[in-house]
């Protein structure tokens, strides 16, 4: 597939060397422009580009760069993206370590990517939240093996969320169903479901113990 990486930190790095190691074309762009991602480019044959161009002809965009950067990313960013595209969201909210203050997550309960999605004007798949990003390189295991991580995955647009459930797949992990946009708060900081390194079942059950009250320390 074509897929574009929006966001070269460690999610988006690490997500570039696998994706493009397993035969995807990837375009990867962030804030400081195609050149400061020459070693990333050299090590990984995938392609630097300006954010403007990350989409372009892309059936997968990944979205990973911080919460608070979110509303600066280029109007129409993507424009020109294959059509019915799966938007992959990463992002996370962390008011008091570097977002600060987002009026409509703390006074309206709007889930994150709720958020992130009226900001990008298009759904989006949320996945790879709560996942190390070394787990990307180091832990990915063939289906069925008992060591196999799974991943959460919440989205209103079911046709996207089957395609980033096949991706993550193809990536070494397993998927859990974790619903709606609406329901996603299940797999924000804070919760059971974050950062856990499990497999199916103890996924699905540390989405259903979620409580919807966001902890003291997520909170600004």
């Given amino acids: 597939m074509k897929i574009g990486i929006i966001g070269a930190g460690n999610i988006g790095g690490n997500l570039t060397r696998r994706l493009t190691a397993l035969g995807h074309e990837v375009s990867v762009a962030n804030s400081r422009g195609p050149q400061s991602l020459a070693a990333l480019v050299e090590e990984t044959g995938a392609t630097a580009v300006p954010a403007t161009e990350a989409a372009r002809g892309a ?51 709007v889930t994150e990517s709720r958020w992130t999605e009226q900001h ?33 995955v919440a989205s209103d647009d079911e046709a996207a969320k089957r395609v980033v459930r096949a991706l993550i797949d193809e990536l070494g992990f397993d998927t859990v169903d974790a619903g709606g946009i609406d329901e996603s708060w299940r797999q924000q900081p804070g919760t059971p479901v974050y950062g856990l390194r499990a497999g199916v079942a103890a996924v699905t059950r540390a989405l259903a113990e979620a409580s919807p009250e966001r902890p003291a320390d997520h909170r600004a």
Avoid: S, W
Wanted: no cysteine; net charge negative; glycine share 10%.
């Fill in 120 to 152: 990008l004007g298009h759904r989006v798949v949320k996945a790879f939240n709560g996942t190390y990003a070394q787990d990307l390189l180091e832990r990915p295991r063939p289906e069925g093996d008992p060591e196999r991580i799974a991943v959460p």
């Fill in 59 to 109: 059936q997968v965009v990944v979205v990973t760069v911080p919460l608070k950067n979110v509303p600066d990313l280029p109007a129409g960013l993507l424009a020109g993206a294959a059509e019915g595209v799966a938007v992959i969201d990463t992002g996370n909210y962390y008011p008091q370590q570097r977002d600060g203050r987002i009026d409509e997550i703390e006074d309206d309960g």
